[in-house]
């Protein structure tokens, strides 16, 4: 009988995409892969007790550091290859000028408010971007300046962004790379110098080592050696959420192209 393995997802497109690749992977070396799909920090209360054997994937240390300590109060981890190096940012599309916007004080001069969409739609609460886009419209004074963040599902916030776009508006979007709309728009990072949008990250696979006896250590180093990019993610995941392709063809068809 096959080992079975049970593989957090973070349910968002991008972690559904890496987690897709990782799922291929694991079904080569036989394991039979159960994925289950939960916000972030969910995902880690999950490996912690035990419901999920390994997620993908993990952004440590800025956006998930604090949930990964958490569940090493209880059982240790591993964390295996370098899936890409993701980081959060702020971003505009590229028809606002770089003398107008360049970096996040900017968004407080008075022609730049009575002409930007006051809303900034961000994602679901416990994501980095959200904790650190909320610290930032404190810390900024970007409230009293007339702009109001709001949390919703991911598709709240690319549709917003795509929508304003298609109208030529002003916009911003507390985004992150890798991501699909980079794929096709041209979005201009706005500098942050106080590093309230944290670092570049790793971003890994988390295995209990409780569960790495089922894996010969052939397999781990496998697991260990993976690598992929920004750019790469970004376009599977372009394919997938904006082409309508099933995202275990793309990935499988990505994967045979790398052998």
């Known amino acids: 009988m096959k080992n079975k393995i049970i593989l957090g997802v973070t349910d968002l497109s991008f972690h559904r995409v890496t987690a897709s690749i990782i799922s291929h992977i694991l079904t ?5 892969v159960e994925r289950i799909y939960s916000p972030h920090q969910e995902n880690f209360e999950k490996l912690k007790s035990g419901d999920i054997d390994m997620l993908a994937s993990a952004w440590l240390p800025s956006s998930h550091g604090i949930y990964k300590s958490d569940v090493e109060e209880k059982v240790e981890l591993l964390e295996l290859g370098l899936h890409y190096k993701p980081y959060a940012h702020w971003g505009v599309p590229d028809y606002i000028p770089e003398s107008s916007i360049s970096e996040v004080k900017d968004l407080l001069k008075p022609d730049v408010v009575s ?5 900034i739609q961000g994602i679901n609460p416990g994501a980095g971007i959200t904790r650190f886009s ?5 810390t900024y004074g970007l409230n009293n300046a007339g702009y109001t963040f709001y949390t919703g599902s991911e598709e709240d916030c690319f549709n917003a962004f795509e929508h304003a776009v298609e109208n030529k508006e002003w916009v911003i979007v507390p985004l992150w790379k890798p991501q699909f709309l980079h794929h096709k728009y041209n979005i201009r990072e706005i500098s942050e110098p ?5 670092i570049v990250d790793r971003a890994v696979l988390l295995l209990r080592q409780d569960k790495s006896i089922n894996f010969t250590q052939e397999q781990l180093e496998t697991l260990d050696a993976l690598k992929f990019s920004n750019e790469i993610i970004a376009e599977l995941d372009y394919q ?3 082409e309508g392709k099933a995202i275990d063809e793309v990935t499988k068809q990505w994967l045979s192209q790398q052998s």
Do not use: H
Not at 28 to 32: E, K, S
Not at 115 to 119: E, P, S
Not at 134 to 138: A, G, L, P, Q, S
């Open 134 to 138: 909320i610290k930032m419209m404190e």
């Open 194 to 198: 106080e590093g309230l949008l944290g």
């Open 28 to 32: 080569n070396m036989g394991f039979d």
């Open 115 to 119: 002409r930007m969409n006051n809303t």
């Open 240 to 242: 997938v959420s904006r």
